[in-house]
């Protein structure tokens, strides 16, 4: 807020501002989920940890290379990576006590591909929101793409908060669906940045 950066102002400042929160704290709260629920499935603390980070950051990376790839933009398939987000959360929340039943007798290495495979959709289609948000506010002032990475930062501890507490009193489907609902709310906002940003 002090520095050169935190004082400029750009069309559309608080609809980015507010995006570039719900990535962060719409990530967050699914990985960590997924770390609970995946306990289940692979067993050991430590394994489950590693695998969920791993395969939520792997997916990530591919989604973002691939939204390049695919032309994904401020004007072009721009809709694709919030349905895919959501509906991915959506499929994971309706499938996986079955999906876990299938692969518990199997070996560690055995869930721990079972799980990766699992969660890379939902990864994949969140990796390409940041990338998205960046193209939109790149012909802004210097200072929204660090105003960008500094909320999404921001909003990805107080995220990381939020998930244990709203995980404890609704429980882990319910924060999937919270969740889901923050990057319905980024598409609401992105949409108004791109509104405000044509006005200009």
Same mark, same amino acid.
């Given at each position: 807020?002090?520095?050169?950066?935190?004082?400029?102002?750009?069309?559309?400042?608080?609809?980015?501002?507010?995006?570039?929160?719900?990535?962060?704290?719409?990530?967050?709260?699914?990985?960590?989920? &997924?770390?609970?629920? #995946?306990?289940?499935?692979?067993?050991? +603390?430590?394994?489950?940890?590693?695998?969920?980070?791993?395969?939520?950051?792997?997916?990530? =990376?591919?989604?973002?290379?691939?939204?390049?790839?695919?032309?994904?933009? +401020?004007?072009?398939?721009?809709?694709?990576?919030?349905?895919?987000?959501?509906?991915?959360?959506?499929? #994971?929340?309706?499938?996986?006590? $079955?999906?876990?039943?299938? &692969? %518990? $007798?199997?070996?560690?290495?055995? @869930?721990?591909?079972?799980?990766?495979?699992?969660?890379? +959709?939902?990864?994949? #289609?969140?990796?390409?929101?940041?990338?998205?948000?960046?193209?939109?506010?790149? @012909?802004? +002032?210097?200072? =929204?793409?660090?105003?960008?990475?500094?909320?999404?930062?921001? #909003?990805?501890?107080?995220?990381?908060?939020?998930?244990?507490?709203?995980?404890?009193?609704?429980?882990?489907?319910?924060?999937?669906?919270?969740?889901?609902?923050?990057?319905? %709310? =980024?598409?609401?906002?992105?949409?108004?940045? @791109?509104?405000?940003?044509? $006005?200009?």
């Amino acid at each position: 807020l002090l520095s050169k950066a935190g004082r400029v102002r750009w069309p559309g400042k608080l609809a980015s501002l507010g995006y570039f929160s719900c990535l962060g704290g719409g990530f967050i709260i699914v990985e960590l989920v &997924f770390i609970q629920i #995946f306990m289940k499935l692979i067993g050991f +603390p430590l394994h489950t940890y590693s695998a969920v980070v791993f395969a939520m950051l792997i997916a990530a =990376a591919l989604g973002s290379l691939c939204s390049g790839k695919m032309g994904i933009s +401020p004007q072009r398939l721009w809709l694709l990576p919030f349905v895919g987000t959501i509906l991915s959360v959506l499929f #994971f929340i309706a499938v996986y006590p $079955a999906y876990f039943n299938q &692969f %518990l $007798a199997f070996s560690l290495w055995s @869930r721990v591909a079972a799980a990766v495979l699992l969660i890379l +959709p939902a990864g994949f #289609f969140m990796g390409m929101c940041f990338p998205l948000g960046i193209l939109a506010v790149s @012909r802004q +002032p210097e200072g =929204a793409v660090a105003w960008a990475w500094g909320m999404n930062g921001l #909003f990805t501890v107080i995220g990381g908060i939020a998930s244990v507490l709203i995980s404890i009193y609704l429980g882990f489907n319910l924060t999937l669906l919270c969740a889901a609902l923050i990057y319905a %709310l =980024a598409l609401v906002l992105f949409i108004r940045m @791109r509104e405000q940003e044509a $006005a200009v």
